[in-house]
C-alpha cells in the first residue's frame, strides 16, 4: 500500500503546484486543500492552510457526514 501512497502524494504535490501557479498568475491569494484518500481510508493532503482552518474543515466533514448519513425526510431533496 505505500506505493499508492507514494503515488497519491506525488499526483496531489503536481496539482497543489499547479494550482498555486495559476492562483498566483490570477493574482488570487486564498487557501486551499488538494485531498485524496486510499481505498483504506489513509488521507493525503497538501495544502497552504493554518492548523486551526484545518480543524474548522474537519468540524464542516463532520457536520457534513452527518447530514449525509441522516435518514431523509418526506420531502427531503437533498439526498
Known sequence: MKALVDILENALSEADEILRRRLNEGGVEMPHLVIGVTPNGEVVL???????????????LIRIADEVEAPAGPDDATH
Open 46 to 60: 497538501r495544502s497552504n492552510v493554518s492548523p486551526d482552518v484545518l480543524r474548522a474543515f474537519a468540524q464542516d
